[in-house]
RNA sequence: GCCCCCAUCGUCUAGUGGCCUAGGACAUCGCCCUUUCAAGGCGACGGCGGGGAUUCGAAUUCCCCUGGGGGCACCA
């Protein structure tokens, strides 16, 4: 396979929909495979609904997710423009070309009569077509028509016989054209048929594979006769399913977050989000789950690609999500929960905030739960439930707080490197054990009187990164609530 | 209604006629590790939608049914 093109095509109507993201995946993926190009087409025929502010921020969310195109209305590229409002002469030119031939007729039926049609053919049991009286029209006698001014529009003449293709995940696939209307080309407000623009575009773009949704199925019929009558060739389809929601319906809004910006926004990483959308529908043959983009880049076969609809499993895609957290550095993960630490009102220095990383990083699923977990660093401890007072009150926990608050005392940083908050752990468990006192039992009053919860991240991160005037502050708390027990019993 | 597509554990999938008493992953449950919660390790639970046909042999091929999805526009 030489020379391949493929095109992502979006209708700038919304953000990048998750949907979205994974044919431009698909397309990113079958193109970088066979060292091809993909070109971004923007599909803004619908000018009442689409916008510019979209057309960016899909391109954002495109870059975000690494699939960046090599041509398109961003970075230009020699088959533009590249957005099909700009694209108007080259659509027109084909028209013109498709009513000289003969493969296409104006027509002057009204909505009105073309809906009692459709709805006479809907109670009869058949498929919608247009019964082509325009088409018994000369062309003379349509040109005097429009020169009195009347509105007409474009009809593609249909011509009789099947039309099959070989998808590149469905294998053969053949539409009778008999089930196929003369379809509009050109609108009566100039506006071209999206039908006819994509087959003008990909045409026009070289575009050697078209791979797509599976909704685009039927289209393709269509298209098909359209690049026969322009004699031009056809390009190779591979439409993949769509992506299903819980219910099993097309994902929509009522099943959660549906946009990538939505997941950056949640503290996703564009590695796992990516690797989910791959997963779905796709898999490597083997037992591998987790792939970077170069190793699907490398391992990529649409052939491979699953027939059938997937379902979005949220629960898969934060388990790839946490593993890929899991995998960054301290200082990495320091800044990516920055943003959202200060969001929530928890400031920290930087070095401060690098072991509360530390400490709370198995615990993540997205950056956005870095606050709940980083909570403990940075509030009073909440010392009111009473089953955590009992928790409190364990045989040689005063001696134990005593003796972190003595060896804490001894130094005089704020903060401890790691290592040292070991050894001050390690130390006050020594001290604990040559008075008889039984490690494991003052762990969890210790933890209890540090942060007012009985469970949270290990000791010794709680040691390096609370700060040594809190943890004496909550130390001697505690000692305070132990004596008013003792005092009680 | 008509046309098209699809059908393996709850979910994503491996499986292309014998290697399948169907493999992996997520989720769930249990155990281990452990100063807690996680993370990690180990294990359990759980599936070829139904019916015919072809074949010595079918998850795998064919047909029918059922179920799901998509399309049938002067939307894209």
Not at 221 to 241: F, I, T, V
Not at 403 to 414: H, I, K, N, T
Not at 441 to 462: M, N, Q, S, W
Request: hydrophobic residues 40%; proline residues 4%; contains cysteine.
């Amino acid at each position: 396979m030489t020379d391949v093109r493929v095109r992502f095509a979006p209708s700038p109507t919304g953000t990048l929909h998750i949907g979205s993201a994974r044919t431009a995946l698909y397309n990113h993926l079958f193109a970088r495979h066979h060292g091809g190009t993909l070109v971004l087409r923007v599909e803004d025929t619908d000018l009442k609904r689409s916008r510019r502010e979209y057309e960016l921020s899909i391109v954002r969310d495109l870059h975000w997710l690494g699939l960046q195109a090599d041509e398109g209305p961003d970075v230009g590229g020699p088959y533009g423009p590249y957005r099909q409002s700009e694209r108007a002469p080259l659509y027109q030119a084909g028209v013109e070309k498709l009513l000289e031939s003969g493969h296409a007729y104006h027509c002057f039926c009204t909505q009105e009569r073309l809906d009692g049609l459709k709805a006479q053919q809907l109670a009869a049991g058949l498929m919608p077509t247009y019964d082509r009286l325009c088409r018994e029209l000369t062309a003379e006698a349509a040109k005097e028509r429009i020169a009195s001014g009347e509105e007409a529009t474009v009809r593609f003449f249909v011509p009789q016989g099947d039309v099959t293709f070989d998808d590149l995940i469905h294998g053969p696939i053949t539409f009778s054209s008999d089930v196929i209307g003369d379809f509009i080309i050109h609108r009566t407000d100039g506006g071209f048929a999206y039908n006819y623009a994509v087959v003008i575009d990909d045409a026009g773009m070289h575009v050697t594979h078209v791979v797509r949704g599976e909704d685009h199925i039927s289209n393709t019929a269509r298209q098909l006769m359209l690049y026969e009558a322009l004699g031009e060739e056809a390009p190779h389809y591979a439409h993949h399913s769509l992506i299903h929601g819980a219910d099993g319906g097309k994902l929509s809004k009522r099943h959660g977050a549906t946009s990538i910006g939505e997941f950056r926004d949640m503290g996703y990483l564009p590695s796992a989000v990516v690797n989910y959308l791959a997963l779905l529908s796709w898999s490597p043959g083997d037992d591998r789950e987790k792939l970077t983009l170069e190793e699907l880049v490398s391992e990529f076969d649409m052939a491979r690609v699953s027939k059938s609809a997937a379902i979005f499993d949220l629960d898969k895609l934060n388990w790839l999500n946490g593993l890929y957290i899991r995998e960054l550095a301290a200082e990495e993960l320091s800044e990516y929960i920055r943003p959202y630490l200060h969001e929530a009102g928890l400031e920290f220095d930087e070095g401060q905030r690098e072991i509360v990383s530390a400490a709370i990083q198995p615990k993540l699923v997205t950056f956005g739960d870095a606050p709940i977990h980083a909570q403990v660093f940075a509030d009073e401890p909440i010392l009111t439930a009473s089953s955590h007072l009992e928790a409190l009150d364990e045989p040689g926990a005063d001696i134990a707080f005593a003796l972190l608050a003595e060896a804490l005392e001894a130094r005089d940083s704020e903060y401890f490197a790691l290592e040292q908050a070991r050894m001050i752990l390690a130390q006050v468990g020594d001290g604990c054990r040559e008075r008889g006192i039984k490690g494991k039992a003052i762990f969890k009053p210790l933890r209890v009187a540090l942060t007012g919860c009985d469970h949270g991240p290990e000791l010794f991160y709680l040691i390096a990164g609370l700060g040594r005037s809190r943890l004496l502050a909550r130390l001697h708390t505690a000692l305070g609530y132990l004596a008013q027990l003792g005092g009680r019993s």
